[in-house]
């Protein structure tokens, strides 16, 4: 049985050398490292209330399902699927004021990371995985969780769409592929454009099924976790060959 594994560059790697260190996953953060509900959702039912006082806009609190679904977008996407008639100054404000709340419950105590996402992140970094986070967010978003959580102790950088002037995932991933394609890639994300980051460029991709995906929406993934602590498992059985 063959039994090698080719990196983006084409070189083939045999079982017996097959380095962790050569091998890059990449983390989506809201729905995968994050259960980001427990924040986001009363921030939102914040910022609605505040919407009909303050801009006279008629918009509902809106269902979980459907905060569910924002979860993984870009924030222009959100917006005009949650108050597309809300001006765009407004809706700036609006996205500060839903960023800050979040923030604020975190700095009351909430601590919104999935249940065993440390430990298990402790045993992939001590397994020689190399980690990085690529997260649909603004740049504010990222640095906060970033200090907030100590993401350095494990991840070796926390790429925020919003940096890269809101490229789509799939060409960001594409340009960090680029600078070491020597690597063999791991997409871990639980949304439609983790999946599509991971097809476009031809990289394994693990469905995060706890998170905020709705039904058939990562059917092209490689492999499934149903928990966070099930992904050290499943990313020993995709890399050892």
Same mark, same amino acid.
């Given at each position: 049985m063959d039994k090698s594994?080719?990196?983006?560059? @084409?070189?083939?790697?045999?079982?017996?050398?097959?380095? *962790?260190s050569k091998v890059m996953l990449v983390f989506d953060y809201d729905g995968t490292i994050q259960e980001t509900m427990k924040i986001y959702a009363p921030? +939102?039912?914040?910022?609605? *209330?505040?919407?009909?006082?303050? =801009? @006279? &806009?008629?918009?509902?609190?809106?269902s979980y399902e459907?905060?569910?679904? %924002?979860? @993984?977008?870009?924030?222009?996407?959100? %917006?005009?699927?949650?108050?597309?008639?809300?001006?765009?100054?407004?809706?700036?404000?609006?996205?500060a004021r839903v960023g800050a709340y979040m923030r604020m419950l975190v700095r009351d105590g909430a601590d919104p990371w999935y249940a065993g996402a440390r430990?298990?992140?402790?045993?992939? *970094?001590?397994?020689? =995985?190399?980690? +990085?986070?690529?997260? #649909?967010?603004?740049?504010e978003y990222a640095e906060f969780n970033r200090r907030r959580f100590d993401t350095d102790?494990?991840?070796?950088?926390?790429?925020?769409?919003?940096?890269?002037? %809101?490229?789509?995932?799939?060409? &960001?991933?594409?340009?960090?592929?680029s600078d070491e394609p020597e690597m063999t890639y791991v997409m871990i994300g639980d949304r439609f454009n983790d999946q599509e980051a991971a097809v476009k460029n031809d990289i394994l991709f693990i469905a995060c099924d706890y998170g905020y995906a709705k039904s058939g929406?990562?059917?092209?993934?490689?492999?499934?976790? #149903?928990?966070?602590?099930?992904?050290?498992?499943?990313?020993?059985?995709?890399?050892? =060959?």
């Amino acid at each position: 049985m063959d039994k090698s594994i080719e990196n983006k560059s @084409g070189e083939v790697i045999e079982s017996e050398e097959l380095d *962790k260190s050569k091998v890059m996953l990449v983390f989506d953060y809201d729905g995968t490292i994050q259960e980001t509900m427990k924040i986001y959702a009363p921030a +939102i039912l914040d910022i609605a *209330k505040r919407l009909r006082t303050i =801009y @006279g &806009v008629q918009v509902e609190n809106p269902s979980y399902e459907r905060m569910e679904s %924002w979860l @993984g977008l870009r924030n222009d996407e959100m %917006w005009a699927a949650f108050a597309p008639e809300l001006p765009a100054d407004a809706r700036a404000a609006a996205a500060a004021r839903v960023g800050a709340y979040m923030r604020m419950l975190v700095r009351d105590g909430a601590d919104p990371w999935y249940a065993g996402a440390r430990e298990t992140l402790d045993k992939l *970094k001590e397994q020689g =995985y190399r980690m +990085i986070i690529l997260s #649909n967010s603004d740049r504010e978003y990222a640095e906060f969780n970033r200090r907030r959580f100590d993401t350095d102790k494990w991840f070796e950088k926390y790429i925020d769409c919003g940096s890269w002037d %809101w490229q789509p995932k799939a060409d &960001v991933l594409s340009s960090i592929i680029s600078d070491e394609p020597e690597m063999t890639y791991v997409m871990i994300g639980d949304r439609f454009n983790d999946q599509e980051a991971a097809v476009k460029n031809d990289i394994l991709f693990i469905a995060c099924d706890y998170g905020y995906a709705k039904s058939g929406e990562l059917d092209e993934a490689d492999a499934r976790a #149903n928990s966070f602590v099930e992904l050290s498992d499943i990313i020993a059985r995709l890399t050892d =060959y």
